[in-house]
């Protein structure tokens, strides 16, 4: 390759994926703190969790001055469970983003199956990220069923006019690229030919899953059409990633220079230990004890979702460990930093943030299903007309997300009740 290889522009407030070895989105495991993990241990850019454009179209944007986050929020009917909490603490945060920290190394993906709802939505965070990302890839029912993720790898002139749309809508006002991530198709031909059409429509960066729809994620990710997708990028000066059992830098490095990719993406290796994106002379990988005692700081500094703090925490601390059991039995930061011994660095920091997410000692007294009842046509009363949350429309972060249950529901049952099966979704 020279130096006067095409390449698509890349915006003023955009990044340029080449060379970048990043965090891949993943729902209820790529929330705000393990992103602001990865990019401490070396991440050079990172994915949000898909967030669904439907989900996204309503919240209101706050600055929030504790945890210096940008929160994206909606009324949750979740706050009539309990009428005696503020009417702060019933707005639920569909979107956290921490400028500061992620600054312009922060790509927002988004699950859509049209147009006008992807450009509606992409419109409120494209301000705050350096990147709207299309989710073409997940097999999921849920996202297939509405015509998202890998159903698009079906209707390829439906995804062109989705990318298209957003980077002459999004994009192109505020100067931020707009990318796709995908899975390989059965054969080269169709691959081919879906990589061409996509990188005609504006794009500056695609990321191949190295897998097919139906592969399940213990399938070794095959590599033998990567070439060929870098090729065709290469040639419509597109960035390519690639992605699929990639378990660290060094492997990131190699694999990169083997197949004349422009860069990788690493999903469930970093989900474990994030210190995966570390450079060997860096230390490399760190053991799972620093990993986890930075990600509990981080958590309770960004106030985490505690649910969604103790579902990572069970990915990160291996099995085995005592300090599993035992973080699975905490109910709240203020127990977890005493079972994990930090409670003299954070005992102060936790019980704050069980105070303002009224978890542990703080948790008010739940409601029968009557007094739920009443709370909810009262607070229905109250309410100004809104948008009623369609299926599509319901956040799939979190404990909502593989379980396919409404984020109310979800937030009520702790990671024991997560299937064991739930992380390895591949999608
Ligand atoms: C828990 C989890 C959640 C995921 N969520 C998403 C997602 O929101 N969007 C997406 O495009 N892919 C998602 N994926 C797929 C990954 O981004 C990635 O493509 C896949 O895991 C393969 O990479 P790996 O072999 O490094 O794990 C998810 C994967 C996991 C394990």
């Known amino acids: 390759m020279t130096s006067t290889a095409k390449k698509v522009p890349i915006p003023r407030n955009g990044v340029d994926y080449r060379g970048k070895i990043v965090l891949a989105p993943m729902v209820r495991s790529g929330e705000c703190p393990s992103r602001l993990l990865a990019l401490k241990y070396g991440a050079d850019l990172v994915w949000g969790p898909e967030t669904i454009d439907k989900a996204l179209i309503g919240t209101t944007r706050h600055e929030n ?9 909606r009324q949750s009917s979740n706050g009539a469970k309990n009428p005696a ?3 702060d603490q019933r707005e639920s945060v569909i979107y956290r983003l921490h400028p500061e920290r992620e600054g312009r190394r922060l790509i927002y993906q988004i699950g859509t199956s049209n147009p006008e709802t992807a450009v509606e939505a992409a419109k409120l965070v494209a301000p705050d990220v ?22 698009l790898l079906k209707t390829p002139d439906k995804l062109c006019s989705i990318l298209s749309a957003l980077v002459k809508e999004v994009g192109e006002p505020n100067e931020i690229g707009i990318s796709v991530k ?28 190295c897998r097919t729809t139906p592969m399940r994620p213990r399938e070794r990710a095959i590599r033998d059409q990567l070439r060929m997708v870098a090729d065709v990028c290469r040639e419509a000066g597109v960035a390519c990633l690639m992605n699929g059992d ?19 993406m690493i999903a469930t290796a970093a989900e474990t230990n994030p210190s995966v994106f570390r450079t060997k002379p860096e230390g490399g990988k ?23 703090t103790k579902y990572l925490l069970g990915q990160m601390i291996p099995g085995k460990q005592p300090a599993y059991k035992a973080m699975m039995a905490t109910k709240s930061y203020s127990d977890l930093v005493k079972v994990l011994d930090y409670q003299e660095e954070f005992g102060e920091m936790a019980k704050d943030v069980d105070k303002r997410l009224d978890i542990g000692e703080f948790e008010k007294p739940k409601l029968t299903k009557a007094e739920r009842k009443a709370a909810a046509k009262q607070a229905e009363k109250e309410k100004e007309p809104q948008r009623t949350p369609t299926a599509a429309g319901i956040k799939r972060t979190a404990d909502a997300a593989e379980l396919d249950m409404p984020p109310d529901v979800a937030r009520d049952r702790g990671p024991a009740s997560v299937p064991e099966q739930a992380s390895a979704l591949a999608v």
């Open 85 to 87: 909490i503020n009417a």
């Open 65 to 73: 001055p504790t945890t210096k986050t940008v929160d994206f929020t």
């Open 286 to 308: 760190a053991p799972w004890e620093e990993v986890v005692k930075e990600y509990v700081k981080t958590a309770i500094e960004v106030e985490n979702r505690w649910g969604n």
């Open 246 to 264: 990639v378990a660290s830098r060094e492997e990131a490095v190699g694999l990169i220079s083997e197949y004349g990719v422009d860069g990788a």
């Open 130 to 151: 350096a990147g709207i990302d299309v989710n073409a890839g997940c097999p999921k029912p849920f996202s297939t069923i509405g015509g998202m993720g890998a159903a």
């Open 182 to 209: 995908i899975r390989i198709l059965e054969t080269e031909e169709e691959t081919k030919a879906l990589v061409t059409k996509l990188c005609a429509t504006g794009i500056t960066g695609l990321t191949v899953h």
